[in-house]
């Protein structure tokens, strides 16, 4: 019997309807080859689903994801939702989605392919040979914790927000962080700012505590957050796994993205203990360059890539996909923002086009 999976698709903003059609044409073309089905169920989320219902993430929208074997999410955000009260903004209907869906872990992965090399705004033997991967908590911390609001007394206008952690959550990550580094180098590296903070303080305990009961054969280390940053762009390749919290790991991927020459390059999934995976390029929806068939959709096709592999088990096809992309670049086709002298410029639709070909379809 062929096997059948649903995904459901949320283009959202900005440039996610571009990069959703490319990822959609490479995913029907892997998915024949390799002799399985995706059904396609597409939903509102973001500023497009603001405008249709007034919610950035309608309960129709979660009741489609949840029923679901995968969802596949491009971008959300625009300029013009940003004067919305917050609950009623594009972002908080992607972190509704992500605790909605009980995602409380985070994988963004960072490989270099040699063909960007000369793309970072590092030097080559920098980043050469990198290969790391920032676990990120997701659904606690200051993005979630209470009490929080901003409040007016004696004169002054406050605003505060509370950076928490339970046991239960940290010890939840940190096994995802271990088995993880237990699968690829065997080292760990846990960022937290427990020379500060009491919350980092109970991560590092616990983390401690994870690794001697648990996983005494994966390597642990300790950073703190601002030594991780410096470390990032100073020398790269130290690190395996990098396991943090919410706040941190929002920061540290960015920076570590840049890593690969283009935010438009990175991929990531967030997953929970059951129930379907969400899979999404860790860029933005890039307003400035929205409908103007200039964007990258590569991170989005390397988020189907891993949608396929973590998502569905179907590590062939994935496999293809990431190669489409190694090739295309390889072959000197580049988007806007990796262009560089010498190699041929397309656009996303014409990008799209050469994956398919790189596919051999
Ligand atoms: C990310 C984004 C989101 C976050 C925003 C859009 C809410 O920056 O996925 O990294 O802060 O988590
Ligand atoms: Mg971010």
């Not at 990069?19 to 169920?41: C, K, N, P």
């Not at 990175?266 to 129930?275: K, N, Y």
Request: glycine residues 10%; contains cysteine; aromatic residues 4%.
């Amino acid at each position: 019997m062929t096997s059948s999976f649903r995904i459901t698709l949320l283009p959202g903003d900005g440039i996610g309807p571009e990069i959703t059609a490319v990822a959609r044409r490479l995913l029907d073309a892997v998915s024949r080859r390799h002799g399985f089905q995706l059904e396609y169920d597409e939903q509102p989320m973001g500023g497009s689903a603001i405008d249709a219902s007034g919610e950035p993430l309608p309960a129709s929208t979660l009741a489609a994801c949840r029923a679901s074997d995968a969802v596949l999410l491009a971008a959300i955000g625009a300029p013009r939702y940003d004067a919305l009260p917050r609950q009623q903004r594009p972002e908080s209907g992607l972190l509704a989605l992500r605790a909605g869906l009980g995602l409380f872990a985070n994988l963004r992965p960072v490989k270099i392919v040699p063909a960007l090399v000369g793309a970072s705004s590092l030097k080559p033997e920098v980043i050469e040979g990198v290969d790391l991967l920032v676990v990120r908590e997701l659904t606690g911390g200051v993005y979630f914790g209470n009490p929080k609001g901003r409040v007016e007394a004696d004169g002054h206008v406050r605003a505060f927000n509370t950076m928490a952690y339970s046991d239960y959550e940290i010890d939840r990550i940190a096994r995802v962080g271990f088995d993880l580094a237990g699968q690829r180098g065997g080292r760990l590296c846990s960022v937290d700012k427990a020379n500060v903070l009491e919350v980092s303080q109970l991560w590092r305990d616990r983390v401690e505590a994870i690794h001697a009961a648990e996983y005494p054969e994966v390597q642990l280390s300790h950073m703190y957050v601002d030594n991780a940053a410096m470390q990032l762009v100073r020398a790269p390749r130290q690190f395996d796994v990098i396991l943090t919290s919410n706040l941190f790991g929002d920061i540290l991927s960015d920076e570590a993205s840049m890593l690969s020459g283009s935010i438009g390059m990175l991929p990531s999934a967030s997953l929970g203990s059951s129930g379907p995976g969400l899979f999404e390029p860790i860029h933005g929806s890039a307003p400035d360059i929205a409908g103007q068939d200039k964007a990258n959709p590569m991170a989005m096709v390397l988020s189907a890539a891993m949608m396929l592999r973590v998502g569905l088990q179907q590590e062939a096809a994935a496999a293809d996909l990431e190669r489409a992309v190694e090739t295309t670049l390889e072959a000197g086709y580049r988007t806007g923002d990796l262009m560089a002298p010498g190699c041929t410029p397309l656009g996303c639709q014409a990008m799209g086009e050469q994956l398919l070909k790189a596919l051999g379809d």
